[in-house]
């Protein structure tokens, strides 16, 4: 079993910037791809970014590309998310995930944190 546990949220000017954190306990995720995801109220979670177990590849969102970074340090069993240039549309609760395999999108993600909430005021 894995744990998940994000960090870091908070509240934040239009173009101000975050950091989140995912910190994984009970089994090492260094072979995990590891994906944030976001839902706003009212609306459905959606992919945001993913990198692979390696942090070699990632892949985002159309709309966090070029100001959202994601990262990991396997020897702290941590995924990151620097969050840039930060918009109130980006307003929403940020969770992280794990999977076997690196994936777009919502399926197949194996363990999933609570989240941690992000809001962006203009």
């Known amino acids: 079993q894995v744990q998940l546990v994000e960090s870091g949220g908070g509240l934040v000017q239009a173009g101000g910037s975050l950091r989140l954190s995912c910190a994984a306990s009970?089994?090492?995720?260094?072979?995990?791809?590891m994906g944030w995801f976001r839902q706003a109220p009212g609306k459905e979670r959606e992919f945001v970014a993913v990198?692979?177990?390696?942090?070699?590849?990632?892949y985002y969102a159309d709309s966090v590309k070029g100001r959202f970074t994601i990262s990991r340090d396997n020897a702290k069993n941590t995924v990151y998310l620097q969050m840039d240039s930060l918009k109130p549309e980006d307003t929403a609760v940020y969770y992280c995930?794990?999977?076997?395999?690196?994936?777009?999108?919502?399926?197949?993600?194996?363990?999933w944190g609570r989240g941690t909430q992000v809001t962006v005021s203009s």
């Open positions: 995930a794990a999977s076997n395999e690196l994936r777009v999108g919502l399926r197949g993600y194996d363990y």
């Open positions: 009970g089994r090492t995720v260094s072979s995990y791809a």
């Open positions: 990198i692979s177990w390696s942090g070699i590849r990632t």
